[in-house]
């Protein structure tokens, strides 16, 4: 089958490799769609130890069901599945508080065993998630890092009715980040980005504002276009030393920073403005079942659309994709591979 292997840090190249067994418990799907993530080009370059090549990528995916393990029953063979990629003993301190996410030895699709960079994939029968026909697969795909979002927002947005939002970052995560809002009923969403291309977008859904920070004075001017009540939650998808300090200066004492962006490690934060105005600083890792669940309903009913902002590649034009990303030079969000 064609797979696309990363063989070392900024370099992946097609493979002709067999299809993967699959164990009694597992099933094994013939990839219809899988996204790029922003985690995955970091992972490309050689800065996420997680990732150790030789690796085929791909955590963000959907397919059709083609064989099924011995022991696994209420799923036929033909059946379109979404697929959460991350796998939880049950068992440790976290999973038992119902933080599956944070589990000692959880195991990720795509990082910890073979993804979805290929024709076929085997994977446990508990991580699919079957879909309607009339469900596209693109969209599909859009499960996982749409969960990613909807968790980062729902926690940042709680104590906070009617909030203004500022979301730093357009890609993927920001982009769906900022539709989660909106539909939380966030009052105003400002959305930043240095990529003007990839703004066009939250302008078209319906965005209070976007802007660069290349523009003189951006962050006055994102206050001035909150008006008086300010904003109450900043969600930094990009997780820089930059937009984490913008945070802190943007945000109303009482308010919540969500950390969801993993651009860099250390990051100088003013702790003490954020104990005397009461700023509440989180993170967020990846999603819970329900949070996936909740994703996937939403992609059903039509909340979220990849249309205007995703473009289409070839397995076989992954290399150059991630080349492309790593360079800056794609002005989509989201970029899906399809054999």
């Keep these: 089958m064609q797979t696309l292997v990363w063989t070392k840090p900024n370099g992946m190249e097609i493979q002709d490799l067999p299809v993967p067994a699959y164990r009694d418990d597992e099933v094994l799907l013939k990839v219809d769609a899988v996204g790029i993530c922003g985690s995955e080009v970091e992972g490309y370059i050689g800065h996420n130890s997680l990732r150790v090549p030789p690796l085929v990528m791909g955590h963000e995916f959907s397919g059709e069901i083609t064989e099924l393990g011995t022991s696994v029953s209420g799923f036929v063979k033909g059946q379109r599945v979404a697929v959460n990629p991350l796998i939880s003993c049950g068992h440790c301190t976290p999973c038992r508080k119902g933080l599956l996410q944070l589990c ?3 195991k990720i699709i795509g990082i910890h065993r073979p993804g979805a960079f290929a024709e076929y994939v085997n994977v446990p029968a508990s991580a699919i998630h079957v879909i309607p026909d009339t469900l596209g697969p693109f969209r599909a795909s859009l499960t996982e890092p749409l ?11 709680q104590n906070h009715s009617f909030a203004n939002v500022v979301v730093f970052g357009a890609g993927t995560i920001g982009l769906l980040s900022f539709v989660t809002a909106q ?5 105003r969403v400002i959305v930043v980005d240095t990529n003007e291309a990839r703004l066009k977008t939250p302008e078209r859904m319906g965005a209070t504002g976007t802007i ?4 003189p004075g951006y962050l006055q001017k994102i206050k001035t276009a909150m008006g008086p009540s300010g904003i109450d939650v900043v969600i930094d998808a990009v997780g820089l030393q930059t937009t984490r300090s913008a945070a802190v200066e943007i945000i109303n004492p009482g308010g919540t920073i969500m950390n969801i962006g993993l651009g860099t490690d250390i990051t100088r934060i003013p702790i003490n403005v954020c104990v005397r105005s009461e700023i509440s600083v989180l993170g967020s890792y990846s999603y819970g079942p329900q949070d996936f669940n909740d994703a996937l309903e939403l992609i059903k009913d039509g909340k979220i659309e990849e249309n205007g902002w995703s473009e289409i590649r070839s397995l ?13 030079n794609i002005q989509s969000s989201k970029i899906f591979l399809t054999i």
Excluded: H, N, W, Y
Aim: hydrophobic content about 35%; charged content about 35%; some cysteine.
């Design 104 to 106: 000692d030895k959880r």
């Design 147 to 157: 969960a990613c979002s909807l968790r980062a927002t729902r926690r940042a947005m």
């Design 183 to 187: 539909i939380l009923g966030a009052s």
């Design 212 to 215: 660069s920070p290349a523009q």
């Design 316 to 328: 076989r034009d992954g290399d150059r994709a991630f080349q492309e990303l790593v360079k800056g």
